[in-house]
């Protein structure tokens, strides 16, 4: 008999969870999805809006190469959805996917320029997603950024030779640099070598302390001599990635060790000091950005992971670009993908707690708030007309809000009146509970088996009180974790005829505050309706929203609204007096890391 599990949450954990539990054995296990509010995505959602078919979500929603697993599961679900496995690449594209930082040029940070960042060229056939790609690891990702770095150079002759040498000869060519003229031989290739020879007998070498600082001192040599052959405009860039292979080269590789994680005792800007690189360029305050990090410290080991990986072991291209919303491409395939495989779903279903028994070793009970009484017979989705290149075509999407006309009265009444079924600052109705049970048998209506904790972490101190109460490890992860979510503001800019932003750059981070990244989503607007001649530009902006306090309890409802007055502030510090740049603009919206996150507009 299936097991029967009970998903808390409809975001991409909880979603990838149960694709792979569904693709291990489809009759193995029987699995609802609860889900708050009226669509699937959690913070990735995104809706569209009555009338003109805008796509609203909070963030930029980019995908990159290098996300092996995800456009494995996006691929499968997209040939169940739609019966046809090549129809993914049409939503993925990499043209106009190019990134750019902005430099600044003076310390009032008025004038800058916009450094346009190679991609490296190593996969560039391949697919993200694709059978048999090989594990990654700190050697390979060195040896690609090595071949990247020697692209970028000047044309210099290669010495085959260079494989057939020792250890020790190797050593002996590096120290002997110096003495060979430029343009006779190839330092990068050299540099390739060097890293591959210490990384293969690291174990064995058993280097002393002393020895240690020895084969730094080459690697710096090579740095050095390296920075002979590159283009000077280029040079910020490369600093930054020979600072950041010095460092894994002098932590990792010399002490025989693949642990990203081991760097993580380090905040990211201190550990690029430690190697010789500049803590505010802009490569470094681009990444503090694009993980909404700029408040605060950012482990050296978890960013260079994610980082290098992007920038080194993508398949076909660094970063892709949806050519619809998130929800669109993302999450609409598959929730049909699993529901076409008999994953039910329970819109509408606010979690109110999580309890244990009386031995405390599982979940007993999970409480519910049923927003909506006839949420179970609820079908979120709606049909609009895009053109993704090709001609008009039929779309399924989610909606910024509910479909009312689903909704039978009064709940559409009540439901139009309420604060947002998506606001997790909602004070509970009691009136509204339901609760499912476990079960060691076989379940029935309202029972389960297992549960899948899907929920943010930050949303877990109030709903798993009991669980934290009995398992200090885990109220210890979440407890740190809770406390080190981050708000984020998001704003939309639609632009009128002649009036695009000064950055049109198609991905610019980091970019000028309050809204410190920013992409040109333009080719969005023919998945949109607008009147001939009154858009010509679309342009998504994000940043994490400073706090001046602690959020608020469950209870205060006005907590969201007013994040969105800061966030609406800063759109408008950002567009500037009085719309001078002829922009037009969505109201910002907020989001926290929480369980059913906040969307305003």
Known sequence: ????????????????????????????????????????????????????????????????????????VVREAYAVAYEDPERWKEFFQSAGTTLSMMHYLDAARQNWEAWDVPHPTESAT??????????????????????????????????????????????????????????????????HRFVDTIASHAASLTLHPDDHAAEARRFDQLLARATRYIPAELRALVDFVMAVTRGLFVDLVLRGSENWFDLDEYDFRAWITRHGGDPASPVVEGLYDAVFSSYSELGAGSILQAAMKAGFLFRGSAIYKMQAGMGDTIFTPLYLALRARGVKFKFFHRVVGVTTGPDAQAVESIVFERQVADADAYDPLHVVEVDLGGGPRQLSCWPSEPLWDRIAEPERTRGRSAPSLENYWTPPDLARRVTLRRVDGVAGDGEFNDVILGISVAALPDLCAPLLEVDPRFATHVEYLAKATTATQAMQLWTVPGKLPVQSNPLVVPN??????????????????????????????????????????????????????VATANGREWVGPAGSTGRRCTTPRIARARSGSPRST
């Open 1 to 72: 008999m299936a097991r029967k599990i009970a998903i808390l949450g409809g975001g991409a954990s909880s979603l990838f969870a149960a694709w792979e539990l569904m693709s291990a054995d489809p009759t193995a296990y029987d699995l609802t999805v609860y889900q708050v509010g009226w669509r699937l995505g959690g913070k990735g959602a995104s809706g569209r809006r009555a009338g003109d078919d805008r796509i609203e979500e909070h963030g930029l929603h980019l995908m990159f190469g290098f996300y092996q697993n995800v456009f494995r």
């Open 126 to 191: 391949e697919y993200p997603g694709d059978p048999d790609v090989p594990e990654a690891n700190v050697r390979m990702i060195l040896q690609n950024a090595w071949r990247w770095l020697r692209g970028l150079a000047r044309d210099v002759p290669d010495l085959t030779e260079l494989a057939e040498l020792s250890t020790e000869q190797l050593r002996k060519s590096i120290d002997e640099l110096d003495g060979v003229a430029d343009g006779r031989i190839d330092v990068w290739g050299i540099a």
């Open 512 to 565: 000028g505050d309050p809204y410190d990244t920013i992409a040109n989503m333009s080719h969005l607007l023919r998945a949109e309706r607008h009147p001939a001649g009154t858009v010509d530009g679309l342009f998504y902006l994000c940043s994490a929203l400073l706090e001046s306090s602690p959020p608020s309890s469950r209870a205060d409802e006005g907590y969201p609204r007013s994040l969105l007055d």
